[in-house]
């Protein structure tokens, strides 16, 4: 299993968190075009690293065929969001985000894993404020 750890978007490599998920499946990329409904062109494209910001639509049917956990869904909307604000927002820091290895966790168990994160950002930021 692919266990990232991205302090910021240059880290990150959408192309090759792609790649590796459709070879963990055993597909070529004519096989995941064929699943997908886009071409094999268009994913070797995205796996080249020529194309950066596939749509969420592209990102969904990734998700759906190469069973993507919901968590990383969120992540990687989440990352092609940022890639697309990057040109607007060039003064604003980069977003930590943190990828885990959620293998085998229930869907329960993931969304409890959210809640505690944004409890924890909860507090973090009350800590920030009240110090000054």
Same mark, same amino acid.
């Given at each position: 299993?692919?266990?990232?750890?991205?302090?910021?978007? @240059?880290?990150?490599?959408?192309?090759?968190?792609? #790649?590796?998920?459709?070879?963990?499946? @055993?597909?070529?990329?004519?096989?995941? %075009?064929?699943?997908? @409904?886009?071409?094999?062109?268009? +994913?070797? !494209?995205?796996?080249?690293?020529?194309?950066?910001?596939?749509?969420?639509?592209? +990102?969904?049917?990734?998700?759906?065929?190469?069973?993507?956990?919901?968590?990383?869904?969120?992540?990687?909307?989440?990352?092609? %969001?940022?890639? %697309?604000?990057?040109?607007? =927002? %060039?003064?604003?820091?980069?977003? =930590?985000?943190?990828?885990?290895?959620?293998?085998?966790?229930?869907?329960?168990? +993931?969304?409890?894993?959210?809640? !505690? +994160?944004?409890?924890? #950002?909860?507090?973090?930021?009350?800590?920030?404020?009240?110090?000054?």
């Amino acid at each position: 299993s692919e266990v990232g750890r991205v302090e910021d978007r @240059g880290m990150f490599e959408l192309s090759t968190y792609l #790649k590796t998920k459709r070879k963990q499946y @055993g597909m070529t990329q004519t096989e995941l %075009a064929e699943r997908t @409904g886009l071409t094999s062109a268009y +994913i070797s !494209q995205i796996e080249n690293g020529k194309r950066k910001k596939p749509s969420r639509e592209v +990102i969904k049917k990734f998700a759906k065929v190469l069973s993507i956990p919901n968590i990383e869904v969120m992540q990687l909307l989440e990352f092609i %969001a940022d890639e %697309a604000d990057e040109t607007k =927002n %060039a003064q604003e820091p980069a977003k =930590n985000i943190q990828w885990f290895d959620i293998t085998g966790l229930s869907e329960k168990d +993931i969304q409890h894993i959210q809640e !505690q +994160i944004e409890l924890l #950002k909860i507090r973090a930021e009350r800590e920030k404020n009240k110090n000054g």
